[in-house]
Each structure stands twice: as C-alpha cells, then as structure tokens.
C-alpha cells in the first residue's frame, strides 16, 4: 500500500524529521511559489507549514486528500482556518516551540534600542569612535507596556523582571489575577498607550488586532516611546508608524516583522531610529527543533494508527 504523502512547503529543522521517511512519502516544495504548492497539494495527506505558504480556500480545494494542515510555530494568520474546518481539514499548531526564542529576542531589542548597540556596532566597523554620540538610556526604572499578555508576553514579563522596570500589560481575555502573580499592572488599552516608555507587542494577527497601534494608538504615546513588535506584521500601522517617527512622536521601533515580507524595500528602513530584523523571532536551532518535532508528531497522531510506532 502506498505510504501517506507528507508535503513539507516551507523549511524545516533536519533533526526533526529524521525518520519521517520510514512512515511516510516525505515531499518538499517551496510554498511562497503558488505555483508549486498548488501542482504538489493534490497528492498530500498531510502539509507542514510556516509562516510562509499561504492555506487559503484555493490551496484547501486543490489537496482533496488533505487531512491536517501542521503548523511548525505558532500564527495562525496564514491559514483560513475557516476554510479549513468546512473541508475537514484539522489545523494544529506548536504553540510552546518558540516561546522562549521571542521573549529573548524581544529583551534583546529593547536593549538593542536603548543603547543604539546596531549602530555603534555599525561606526566601530566604519573607523569611529565615537562615545559620546551613543550615549543610551537604562531599562531600570523604566514603563514597560506588554500588548498581548499570552504566552510570549508572560515570559517577556519574567524576562524584564530582572531589570526593575515597571511592567504594564493590556490583553482583555487574561483572567484576574494571572497578571499581579507576575508582578504586572493590568491596565486599558488607553493607559498602556499613555504610561509606557517601551511598548512590546505580543498579538495574534486578527481582523481585531490588525492596524491596532495605529494613528489614535500613537497619538497617546510619549514621545520617547520605543516600540517593539515581534509579533506580526499589519499589527502596527506602518505608515502611522512612519509619520509618528518623521514628526518625531516616537523614538524609535525594532521590528521584527512587517506588513509585507521580505521587507527589504519597507519605507521604515530609511529611518535611522528603526531596528529591523527579518522575522528572527523563532530564529534559534533550539525552537526550530522544537517546532518541527511538535509538528511531525501531530502529522503522525493524524495519519497513523495510535500515532504510528514509537520512534527514539
Ligand atoms: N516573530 C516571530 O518569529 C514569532 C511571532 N509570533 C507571533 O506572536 C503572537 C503571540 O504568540 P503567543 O504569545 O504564543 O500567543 P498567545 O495566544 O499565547 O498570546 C496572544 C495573546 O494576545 C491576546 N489578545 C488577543 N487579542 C487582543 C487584543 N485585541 N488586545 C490585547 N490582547 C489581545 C490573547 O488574549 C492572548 O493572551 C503569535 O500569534 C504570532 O503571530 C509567534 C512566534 C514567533
Ligand atoms: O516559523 C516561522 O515561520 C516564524 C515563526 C512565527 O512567526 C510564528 O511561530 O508565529
């Protein structure tokens, strides 16, 4: 009998799928390359996603065998999961793969921006020294404003507990209690907009949370705000991004992730106070591993009887 087809679209960890070709007809195809994807869905059982390949109505009509869609991170964004639930396709996720890689990546940018460590970096290597002109700002003493307090933005929280800052969190479906165990204020929409030095984003990409820092966001902000998403682009309007940092009512922004990626011809790379990275997030070999391993096992749970036979 011919083995169940496994369609892997985008990158994966090696490690993580060794052994997936004894259970299975392992398939690997660019997933950005529409073309491709939707030529190699119709024999897939089952397709291995990341941020990359788009799962919409059209991807979904052209795999009529598909049984599950496996995320190997956590956005969900780039899947209808609509769509999905009427054909009968299961969707899962790894939700706890890359948690870690996010909440260390983001500590880093908040430091990066504080002290201009790209830049300074960037004038040792062009033949300067020049100290005084990087002259920083400590993350002691601080308002920290977490947006989205999940899982990313808990550990973000525990994370800066270490720098005496003060740590602010807005995120209405997290229940009472869960945000003062962690020692942070829970606070309106409004008051994190008005009361943060650095404001951290942790959503999920909604049609809700979609533009939510945008014109009206910014407008309360400090104008020392500094501004951090790694979370998804289109969350933070970038053109009311561009205008709040050409009429300087923000400092600055890291931004790991952007509206349309690659990002490498955005207009927010002119400006000399934008830190960008290319969606690094989960970007280590230790949430890589973790996210493909949590992905091939919902593949096996799926396809094969009682999860297939154990595997070291
Ligand atoms: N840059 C990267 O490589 C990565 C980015 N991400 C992004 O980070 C996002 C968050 O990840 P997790 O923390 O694991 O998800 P999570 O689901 O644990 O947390 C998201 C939180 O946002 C809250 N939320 C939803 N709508 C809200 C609103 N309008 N206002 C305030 N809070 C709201 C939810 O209640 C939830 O607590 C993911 O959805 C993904 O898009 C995740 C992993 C890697
Ligand atoms: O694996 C990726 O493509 C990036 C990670 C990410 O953005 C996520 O897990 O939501």
Redesign the pocket.
């Not at 939700?95 to 948690?99: K, L």
């Not at 807005?170 to 997290?174: G, S």
């Not at 969606?279 to 970007?283: E, F, K």
């Given at each position: 009998m011919a083995q169940p087809v496994v369609l892997i679209a985008d990158p994966l960890d090696a490690a993580a799928l060794e052994g997936l070709g004894a259970d299975f007809d392992v398939r690997h195809c660019d997933g950005s390359d529409r073309g491709r994807l939707l030529a190699a869905l119709p024999a897939a059982d089952a397709l291995i996603i990341r941020?990359a390949t788009r799962v919409d109505r059209e991807a979904l009509a052209a795999a009529p065998r598909l049984r599950i869609v496996a995320r190997a991170?956590?956005?969900?964004?780039n899947v209808d999961l609509a769509a999905a639930r009427e054909a009968g396709v299961e969707v899962v996720n790894a939700?706890?793969?890359?948690?870690t890689?996010?909440a260390e990546?983001t500590v880093g940018l908040i430091l990066a921006l504080l002290r201009h460590i790209p830049a300074a970096g960037a004038s040792v290597r062009a033949g300067e020294w020049n100290r005084s002109a990087f002259q920083g700002e400590e993350l002691s003493g601080k308002t920290v404003g977490i947006?989205?307090?999940?899982?990313?933005?808990?550990?973000v929280a525990r994370r800066l507990a270490a720098f005496d800052a003060r740590l602010l969190a807005?995120?209405?479906?997290?229940p009472d209690g869960v945000a003062e165990e962690l020692g942070v204020e829970p606070v309106r929409?409004d008051a994190l907009m008005r009361r943060s030095d650095v404001l951290t984003?942790?959503?999920?990409?909604?049609p809700?949370?979609t533009g939510?820092i945008g014109t009206a966001a910014l407008a309360m902000a400090k104008p020392t705000l500094r501004l951090v998403n790694?979370?998804?682009g289109g969350?933070v309007d970038e053109s009311a991004l561009e205008t709040a940092l050409k009429d300087k009512r923000v400092a600055g922004a890291a931004l790991?992730?952007f509206a349309v990626e690659p990002a490498t011809h955005n207009g927010l790379l002119a400006y000399d106070n934008v830190l960008p990275t290319p969606?690094?997030?989960?970007?280590t070999r230790d949430?890589q591993y973790r996210a493909g391993r949590d992905a091939v096992s919902a593949v096996r749970r799926a396809l094969l009887p009682e999860g297939g036979p154990a595997r070291p």
């Open positions: 941020s991170g956590v956005g969900l964004d939700p706890d793969s890359n948690t890689s996010v990546l947006l989205g307090f999940g899982r990313i933005g808990r550990l807005h995120d209405p479906h997290v929409f984003v942790h959503l999920p990409r909604t809700a949370t939510i790694t979370s998804r969350i790991d992730v969606h690094i997030g989960a970007g949430a």
